[in-house]
């Protein structure tokens, strides 16, 4: 086991001990479903559901930034879906998050139900709030591994520090910039961010900006 994967086990395991509002019960995901309000971002982990207060406005620009550059980027090349918080992704019976940002290839499209994700994305993405990170980086860093999710990013504005991720057999393998600091997509083919977009207190460049740097110049959009 790897020392990324056995840390975050061991943390996570501590993380299923804490308790929170709905502790004296546990939830299956259609009670989760039923309960879950449609503008809070819910999380069901291990039959215990964790509701998230509201974030600054930071953490929902930098969501609403990758939603935007991400998903000109997966129609463009007609790639799959792109969506976002508050959308529901069922894993067990009592295992469901709601990552605010994923992705779905093509070809996996039949998992998008009327109501809600069933199964795991190619991609998750969680931008880290104070009320968030021990989840982000514990118990939902485990689950999406074990669940077949391929890619994880996890972004901290309040670190400034961006990290990729890569399923490998169950395990998480950071995947490191390239020699120009780029950080490159296994599941989105050709995509990649700049780490540096990530790790100052500098805002993100305009998405119109950001994607000419990543198709290249020449190409228009």
């Known amino acids: 086991m790897s020392s990324i994967k ?3 086990v061991q943390q996570a395991r501590k993380n299923r001990s804490r308790k929170n509002v709905d502790t004296d019960k546990i939830f299956t ?46 129609e463009k090349f007609d790639l799959g879906e792109v969506l976002g918080a508050t959308v529901a992704v069922r894993f067990t019976k009592y295992q469901a998050t709601e990552p605010d940002a994923f992705f779905i290839r093509k070809n996996r499209l039949h998992i ?28 939902k860093f485990v689950l999406y591994a074990e669940h077949g999710v391929k890619e994880y990013w996890i972004v901290d504005p309040l670190r400034f520090t961006i990290e990729f991720y890569e399923n490998q057999d169950g395990e998480w393998v ?3 910039p390239d020699e120009h ?32 740097e990543i198709l290249g110049e020449e190409r228009r959009f």
């Open 6 to 8: 056995s840390s975050v």
């Open 29 to 74: 995901f259609e009670q989760f479903y039923e309960i879950a309000e449609e503008k809070v971002i819910t999380d069901l982990l291990d039959g215990q559901i964790f509701r998230e207060p509201s974030v600054a406005p930071k953490h929902g620009f930098i969501v609403t930034w990758l939603w935007s550059v991400l998903g000109f980027y997966a």
């Open 112 to 139: 998008i139900g009327q109501k809600y994700i069933d199964g795991p994305p190619d991609l998750c993405i969680e931008v880290i709030s104070e009320a968030s990170s021990e989840r982000d980086r514990g118990r």
């Open 174 to 176: 950071e995947i490191k």
């Open 181 to 212: 600091g780029r950080l490159h997509s296994k599941v989105l083919s050709g995509f990649w961010l700049k780490a540096k977009w990530f790790t100052s207190a500098q805002p993100l460049p305009p998405v119109a900006q950001a994607l000419k």
